[in-house]
C-alpha cells in the first residue's frame, strides 16, 4: 500500500522556520523523484520544489529561491523541505509527491505501478502568521 505521509507543518511568525517531512512507503523510493506542492484557498495548487530521484538535481520555485530547501535521505525513505523566512503568502496546505522515472514499471510488495505514476500526500498546513 502506497503512503506519503507528511509532518512538520503549523503555525509560525513570519520571518521563522518549519521543516516538513514526508515518509514514503510501498513503493521504491529511490526511482521516484519527489515535489512539494502546496496550495492556499481559492487558488491551484502549485510546485514549490523537486528533488531528482538521486537527489543530485533540485530545482524551486522562484517565489521560495534562496528561502526553501529541498533534500531526502533514501535509507529513510523520507523527503523534506526546509523553510526558512517564512511570509505570510507562504501560507497554504504543503503535499508531498512520488513520481516514477524511467520507462519501466515499479514492481513493489506484489502491486505493479507503471511509468509515470504518481502519487500524493494527505497534505500538511502552514500557517504564517503573526
Known amino acids: 500500500q502506497v503512503q506519503l505521509v507528511e509532518s512538520g507543518g503549523g503555525l509560525v511568525q513570519p520571518g521563522g522556520s518549519l521543516r516538513l517531512s514526508c515518509a514514503a512507503s510501498g513503493f521504491t523510493f529511490g526511482r521516484y523523484a519527489m515535489s512539494w506542492y502546496r496550495q492556499s484557498p481559492g487558488k491551484e495548487r502549485e510546485s514549490v520544489a523537486a528533488i531528482s530521484t538521486d537527489g543530485r538535481t533540485t530545482t524551486y520555485a522562484d517565489s521560495v529561491k534562496g528561502r526553501f530547501t529541498i533534500s531526502r535521505d533514501s535509507p529513510k525513505k523520507t523527503v523534506y523541505l526546509q523553510m526558512t523566512s517564512l511570509k505570510p503568502e507562504d501560507a497554504a496546505v504543503y503535499y508531498c509527491?512520488?513520481?516514477?522515472?524511467?520507462?519501466?514499471?515499479?514492481?513493489?510488495?506484489?502491486?505493479?505501478?507503471?511509468?509515470?505514476?504518481?502519487?500524493w500526500g494527505q497534505g500538511t498546513q502552514v500557517t504564517v502568521s503573526s
Open positions: 509527491n512520488a513520481g516514477l522515472r524511467g520507462g519501466y514499471s515499479d514492481c513493489s510488495n506484489s502491486k505493479c505501478y507503471p511509468p509515470g505514476s504518481t502519487f
